[in-house]
């Protein structure tokens, strides 16, 4: 802190004890940010803790205050880093196609096998290789059925989950299942 004073020409004590609060924003304008701005060239998406232990041990620079007034101070003045969005297609909005109707509303279930809806789970694992899961759930029951990862959406994983849910409930076939069909 005593280099940040000497830059500024005050004595430590004095400057600390006057509570003078445009030495303050002095400080702030012609010490602290053309500091912070240089870091941010060189990290533009380094977080303000780590910014400010960089600054500290790595640059060597003493800012004269803590990481959690170095945190407020760079949020209030609007220098914190935003994050990322997510530029990942998660699901289809279903613009541009058809409507297509609740074909179970109305249905009332009373037992299981009455309605079993799939679903096809993605998420990227590493380096944007995406892995799948298949599902069928009973809804009366509220049961997985079928279950069924893997690294590619071929039919045949499909198939494989609709033969863990036939073998689940080995009573009733597709046949004996509601079909809006």
Same mark, same amino acid.
């Not at 170095?70 to 997510?86: A, D, H, I, N, Y």
């Given at each position: 802190?005593?280099?940040?004073?000497?830059?500024?020409?005050?004595?430590?004590? %004095?400057?600390?004890?006057?509570?003078?609060?445009?030495?303050?924003?002095? #400080?702030?304008?012609?010490? @602290? &940010?053309?500091?912070?701005?240089?870091?941010?060239?060189? #990290?533009?998406?380094?977080?303000?803790?780590?910014?400010? +232990?960089?600054?500290?041990?790595?640059?060597?620079?003493?800012?004269?205050?803590?990481?959690?007034?170095?945190? $407020? /101070?760079?949020?209030?003045?609007?220098?914190?880093?935003?994050?990322?969005?997510?530029?990942?297609?998660?699901?289809?909005?279903?613009?541009?196609?058809? #409507?297509?109707?609740?074909?179970?509303?109305?249905?009332? /279930?009373?037992?299981?096998? $009455?309605?079993?809806?799939?679903? *096809?789970?993605? +998420?990227?694992?590493?380096?944007? $290789?995406? %892995?799948?899961? &298949?599902?069928?759930?009973?809804? +009366? %029951?509220?049961? *997985?059925?079928?279950?069924?990862?893997?690294?590619?959406?071929?039919? %045949? &994983?499909?198939? $494989?989950?609709?033969?863990?849910? @036939?073998?689940?409930?080995?009573?009733?076939?597709?046949?004996?299942? +509601?079909?809006?069909?």
């Amino acid at each position: 802190m005593e280099s940040v004073y000497r830059e500024l020409g005050l004595v430590g004590k %004095s400057y600390i004890n006057s509570g003078d609060g445009i030495l303050v924003s002095k #400080h702030i304008t012609n010490i @602290f &940010f053309p500091i912070v701005k240089e870091w941010r060239i060189k #990290h533009p998406r380094m977080g303000s803790r780590s910014l400010y +232990y960089s600054i500290k041990n790595i640059g060597g620079i003493d800012l004269g205050m803590g990481v959690n007034k170095f945190e $407020q /101070l760079m949020s209030t003045s609007g220098m914190t880093v935003k994050p990322l969005r997510s530029r990942i297609v998660k699901t289809s909005d279903g613009k541009g196609k058809g #409507h297509y109707p609740n074909l179970t509303n109305g249905l009332v /279930l009373n037992n299981v096998n $009455q309605l079993i809806v799939g679903d *096809i789970t993605y +998420y990227d694992i590493i380096d944007d $290789q995406w %892995s799948y899961i &298949f599902t069928l759930k009973d809804i +009366y %029951s509220q049961r *997985i059925l079928g279950l069924v990862p893997s690294l590619s959406m071929e039919a %045949s &994983f499909a198939y $494989q989950c609709l033969e863990q849910a @036939f073998s689940q409930r080995k009573d009733v076939g597709p046949k004996g299942m +509601y079909s809006p069909f």
